[in-house]
């Protein structure tokens, strides 16, 4: 009787994250901004750090918006650090103060990603961002694969990434 109670638990505990699971893919998907276009723009610009970011070309690219003040971003933080040891990564970190503000709180936080600070907000609103966190995922040809908004796991972003390689 034991062993049934706990099948029948572990069963329902795995319909409900499927069911979560599947909502989550379901709001990220309606929520995801319409960019116009699937190509990447192009980006040129100054990272915090000093260095200039220009797009690789053959290689993924992940494009995630953040902001200091979002608490779902500072959980999602050391997915991105993950991500970004293997894969190219901007972050954009938006209206989160000066340049220096933002370092201090990379260096705070252990954080090592690329950092744009958009500090008017100038790229979120090229690329339509209305909630933090949002994850663009792009293929070596520069193709928009998928879009996340909000919280994803290290497991979800290689997941997309090996899919689209």
Known sequence: MNTWKIRSTIKEITIILVLMFIMSN?????????????????IEAKLVDGSTFSARKGKPLI????????PACK???PNIETVS??????????????????????????LHFKVLNDREGAWAT??????????????AKRKLRFTEVGYTTTAGLLARLEWIE
């Open 126 to 139: 090229e690329f339509k961002i209305e909630v933090f966190p949002t994850t663009f995922i792009y293929d």
């Open 85 to 110: 040891r293997r894969y190219d990564v901007l972050t954009i970190a938006v209206n989160s103060g000066s340049d220096e503000e933002v370092q201090t709180y990379m260096q705070e936080n252990g």
């Open 63 to 70: 494009i995630h918006f953040w902001a200091i003040s979002c």
């Open 75 to 77: 959980l999602e933080a």
């Open 26 to 42: 379901i709001i990220s998907y309606i929520r995801a901004p319409d960019l116009g276009s699937s190509q990447l723009p192009k």
